[in-house]
């Protein structure tokens, strides 16, 4: 590809993906589905004009968008939230990890695809998107509501697991030849979590007196070199790029820069972020996508129920009543970043071509399914029995977490 036709593909893919994500934001859809919706329209797989005949040449940018995108998580992760959360947030996010994990683990099992199939199956159903989610309780105006911090809480635990299971899964998709070397590699993942997890926690001062430039333009240097860097140092020690960026943002995140950072970031998220969903969807085969139309259908009826669910035994725990459950499963039901960060993986890992279509279906049906529900979440508090959730807090009144 020469200069001018990279640089036009790339600025195409910024004014398709900005373009169709407007006109969808008008009607309240969420920008990720659209972002991969231009990407998918404007692909070689499709009629009409194509920025790009192979998507594997933009594969660095992708890998940028991956890279802040995890990066920002790991910004707004703390471990002291966490443990402010209480039992009743630990028991909730684990009833959640459960039901949505074990849920989607099973029903990877049942396709018959494979082990390593099933694995990033069992992540791609189990894991909702902390974009959306932050999104969605935002527009829909609930951070005041008593069960939006609990929902918050989940998505924490949510992250906690990622870092965890992207550890485990990176030697399963590395295809480890025997259990020594399978457990040498999670091994030296897991030693890498360890060292990164403790910069995080009792290395802010240091990390202060690294980056505390006052000019921006000088810490934005800074922090996206060692962002990148990280990414790069985990996928050569066995961790994904992927986690590597989510540590090295929770590292950053501890420290007296966090908040300047934190807004630094955001343009740089946004911008690369829309790339990778682009870049994803322009990989998106619409024969390959039929071909998985019932799996996806069932995956995310499957979802719904679980999420509902777990909404109502999380406001059981917490004292919530029927109302806060149904807000709680519907707003943790859609899926995105890290559904697609699993279908890349399992793309570049070899594993069974229909992976990546059955995970774009299930996102971009639950992206457009979930933002629905939650606006007429009122009108759906029938879905859960009125047996199940007891709970007597009322609406305007926060419950507190022992």
């Known amino acids: 590809m020469s200069s001018g036709h990279a640089l036009l593909a790339v600025g195409g893919a910024f004014l398709a993906a900005g373009v169709i994500a407007r006109a969808g934001a008008r009607i309240g859809l969420p920008t990720i589905p659209l972002f991969m919706l231009a990407g998918f329209v404007f692909g070689p797989n499709t009629p009409g004009l194509s920025l790009v005949d192979d998507p594997a040449e933009l594969g660095v940018l992708a890998g940028l968008g991956l890279v802040f995108l995890l990066f920002y998580l790991g910004l707004e992760f703390s471990l002291d939230d966490l443990a402010k959360g209480g039992r009743k947030l630990v028991w909730s996010g684990l009833i959640y990890l459960i039901l949505n994990i074990g849920g989607g683990l099973a029903f990877g099992f049942l396709l018959g695809w494979g082990t390593r199939e099933a694995l990033v199956i069992a992540g791609a159903i189990g894991i909702s998107s902390s974009a959306i989610v932050t999104k969605l309780l935002l527009e829909a105006r609930r951070m005041t509501n008593p069960e939006s911090r609990l929902i918050m809480g989940i998505i924490v635990i949510e992250d906690l697991f990622l870092a965890l299971y992207l550890a485990l899964l990176q030697p399963v998709l590395s295809g ?142 917490n004292g919530f009543d029927r109302q806060a459950g149904v807000n709680i499963g519907l707003t943790v039901l859609t899926r995105g970043e890290f559904s697609l960060v699993l279908a890349a993986m399992a793309t570049a890992a070899g594993l069974d071509s229909r992976v990546a279509p059955f995970v774009a279906g299930y996102v971009l049906l639950l992206a457009v399914i979930g933002p629905v529900a939650v606006i007429r979440s009122e009108k759906l508090t029938w879905l859960l029995p009125a047996s199940i959730v007891r709970g007597s807090t009322r609406r305007d009144e926060p419950a507190r977490a022992t």
């Open 176 to 317: 480890a030849g025997s259990f020594g070397s399978a457990l040498a590699d999670f091994g030296k993942a897991f030693a890498f979590l360890i060292v990164m997890a403790a910069l995080a926690r009792w290395g802010g001062r240091v990390v202060s007196k690294l980056f505390g430039s006052a000019d921006d333009e000088l810490l934005t240097v800074c922090f996206v070199g060692v962002a990148v860097m990280g990414a790069a140092v985990a996928e050569e020690v066995g961790v994904s790029d992927a986690i590597g960026a989510f540590m090295v943002g929770m590292m950053l995140g501890g420290s007296k820069v966090a908040p300047r950072i934190h807004k630094l970031v955001l343009p740089l998220r946004d911008a690369f972020g829309a790339l990778f969903f682009f870049i994803f969807g322009l990989s998106i085969d619409p024969n390959a996508v039929g071909s998985v139309v019932v799996p996806v259908l069932i995956a995310v009826a499957l979802t719904i129920v679980l999420n509902l669910g777990a909404g109502a035994l999380a406001a059981r725990v």
